[in-house]
């Protein structure tokens, strides 16, 4: 087998994987979207807010 025979063989192995690689990727996503959830989620904590310091409430003028 000559040199350039070699290299045509492994040129060719390249090729099969380099265009093979997308379609191996996009299975696996497709596989990981279609997958059912763990588990649902929780309902979230309620949320309290901080204060730094408790201040009287603005002061607003009166309207006429």
């Known amino acids: 087998m ?3 025979e070699r290299f045509l063989r492994i040129t060719e192995h390249l090729l099969f994987v380099a265009l ?3 379609t191996l990727v996009l299975l696996a996503a497709a596989a990981v979207s279609l997958a059912a959830p763990d588990v649902p989620a929780a309902d979230p904590l309620p ?3 901080a ?3 408790e201040c009287p409430a603005p002061e ?3 309207i006429p």
């Open 47 to 49: 949320i309290r807010t």
């Open 20 to 22: 093979m690689l997308p």
């Open 2 to 4: 000559q040199v350039t």
């Open 60 to 62: 607003r003028p009166e």
């Open 51 to 53: 204060q730094a310091c």
